[in-house]
């Protein structure tokens, strides 16, 4: 059963379905440029080393769309009933289990990226709509991803496919966003 329940004849059409993989992408490409930009006014300091962030950055990104598109099209089932929380071992356990963390280095490293960008979202200056579209969408990803996580709803492979080119477009606006330095506003 695919993870959006809108009935799935509506995908077959290829028009949606080149609607879809726009939006997807553009909205990712979008989000992207607005974070990349956010970070060089909150760190303006960084422009100094332009090249280096961007593509840091962009690497990071990347490692982050390709590592997480397999936890998000087979995500590993969380039964809540069945996690054990006798001692705060076990709880820890249950924790690394919630969140993703036991399956080993690469999965860590994309749980960070992912917290790093969150991190770097609160620390930098969104205003008004752009905060809005960056907290809405990141929210959105973050509820779809629990519901596959604990219950039975598995995402289909065109909605896998519409996670990764979003994941892409981030990655690319990334790039985007911080490839050009922002001159500084003049004062009249």
Sequence with gaps: MALLS???DIFQHPV????AV???SGIGLFQG???GRAILVRFPRLQNHLKTVSVTLFVLFLINAVLSVPRFASPDKIVLSN???NNPGEILSAL???FGMNTGFLSVLAISVTVMSFVVLKFTVLNGVSKIFVF???TLLLILTAVSRFTDLTPSTFEVLLYFLYQLGITVGILAGTIRKIKPKKLS
């Design 83 to 85: 996690l054990p929380a």
């Design 96 to 98: 690394f289990l919630i």
């Design 136 to 138: 809405f969408f990141s």
């Design 22 to 24: 726009l939006s997807a």
């Design 33 to 35: 440029i607005i974070l």
């Design 16 to 19: 949606v379905q080149i609607i």
């Design 6 to 8: 809108l009935p799935i």
